[in-house]
């Protein structure tokens, strides 16, 4: 009887998650679902590897999202607003390339990644675009969270 208990107890010791994930204190992770056409020339960059679009649709992510063709058939979404400051008026980023610059201070990040290029190195906890679902169906590309 004193093994069961002993088993009981480790069974919960180890049931025990201590949420190890830093979440980001800036951006509130809004649930969305939106549907890009390929046939769109609003969105017909994204046939090609490595052309972003920005969607500024309502309702879409906190800011907006940015798409990128990343591969054959695989599509990147990311939030459009800065990830290390609450979003104010200069916190939606705009492309620069095959990147995403905020004006705010100048911060870049890649579409690829979605990681911070100029990371500064003063001891501070920086943070990396948000990430969306992004998956294909034929010629629609849907976005969502």
């Known amino acids: 009887m004193r093994h069961f208990w002993s088993c009981i107890l480790l069974i919960f010791l180890i049931s025990c998650d201590s949420d190890s994930t830093n979440r980001n204190p800036f951006l509130q992770e809004v649930g969305f679902r939106f549907d890009l056409n390929l046939n769109l020339p609003l969105y017909s960059d994204l046939n090609n590897i490595g052309n972003p679009v920005f969607v500024d649709n309502n309702g879409v992510g906190t800011r907006g999202a940015f798409v990128i063709k990343s591969g054959l058939d695989t599509f990147f979404a990311f ?20 990147n995403v610059t905020c004006s705010c201070e100048g911060y ?15 001891g501070n906890r920086y943070y990396d675009l948000l990430f969306y679902r ?6 629609t590309i849907t976005i969502s969270n």
């Open 79 to 98: 939030e459009a607003s800065c990830p290390n400051h609450a979003p104010n008026n200069c916190s939606t980023m705009t492309i620069d390339g095959q």
């Open 108 to 122: 870049t990040y890649s579409l690829f990644t979605g990681q911070q290029l100029d990371r500064p190195d003063d």
């Open 134 to 139: 992004a998956t294909q169906s034929g010629n």
